[in-house]
């Protein structure tokens, strides 16, 4: 069974650019969730989607948006990149009655 | 606030022994708690959970720990095995809070042959 993808697995982008970021999730997992991870700040919740709603927001600014797709798929955009959005951006799918959340290998996004 | 706490950024144990990694919580209303494990330029693994009606859940080599009085649970791994040195990441979900997870900070476990 194939885990969670990500694409891309790198990323260079010039500050006030934007960015789009791709996950598939594990074949039957409904749900997909965003975590940012900064070597300052650690891992932090972004927002989680099941059945194309989003479910659950954190505490991060407008510019951070997403959606998903029918088929579970979900994308991250970030628009107005700052240099502060450097980070390893991570996409985790899970089981419709379940908590245990399965990471992909992330993107690695760098804002110069 | 950091309601999930990692206080020991790095833990050094001898290949064989047990590695304990300990984390501690704030917030009473987090209901299940996780143990991921993550190597350099890869995603979090997951490694074991437990809900807070228990206080122990065992799978193989990795043991869990809850404490809900003292709001601590610890991950014993038992015997260490080189392969296991790696960040371990601590998480907590709330209450009524589907698949939101907050995490601790780490802890680098290395163990030595």
């Known amino acids: 069974k194939a885990g969670v993808t990500q694409t891309p697995r790198y990323l260079i982008k010039t500050r006030g650019q934007q960015v789009t970021l791709s996950c598939s999730p594990i074949?039957?997992?409904?749900?997909v969730s965003w975590y940012q991870q900064t070597p300052g700040q650690g891992l932090q919740f972004l927002f989680e989607?099941?059945?194309?709603?989003?479910?659950n927001k954190g505490n991060f600014p407008g510019r951070f948006s997403g959606r998903q797709f029918s088929n579970s798929r979900s994308e991250m955009n970030v628009s107005t990149l700052e240099l502060g959005d450097s980070a390893l951006y991570l996409c985790?799918?899970?089981?419709?009655?379940?908590?245990?959340?399965?990471f992909g290998q992330g993107t690695r996004l760098t804002v110069v | 606030d950091q309601q999930v706490k990692q206080n020991s950024p790095s833990l050094s144990v001898q290949e064989g022994r047990i590695s304990i990694l300990n984390c501690d919580y704030t917030?009473?209303?987090?209901?299940?708690f996780l143990w991921y494990k993550k190597y350099p330029a890869e995603g979090p693994t997951f490694l074991i959970s437990?809900?807070?009606?228990?206080d122990k859940n065992e799978d193989g080599r990795f043991t869990v720990f809850l404490n809900k009085s003292a709001k601590h649970l610890s991950l014993h791994i038992v015997p260490s095995q080189p392969g296991d040195s790696a960040v371990y990441f601590c998480?907590?979900?709330?209450?009524?809070?589907?698949?939101?997870?907050?995490f601790g900070s780490g802890t680098q476990l290395t163990v030595l042959p």
């Open positions: 985790a799918s899970s089981f419709t009655q379940g908590t245990e959340a399965f």
């Open positions: 074949s039957g997992h409904r749900s």
């Open positions: 989607y099941f059945s194309e709603t989003q479910r």
């Open positions: 917030n009473s209303m987090f209901d299940y």
């Open positions: 437990i809900s807070s009606i228990k």
């Open positions: 998480a907590a979900k709330l209450s009524g809070s589907a698949r939101q997870l907050t």
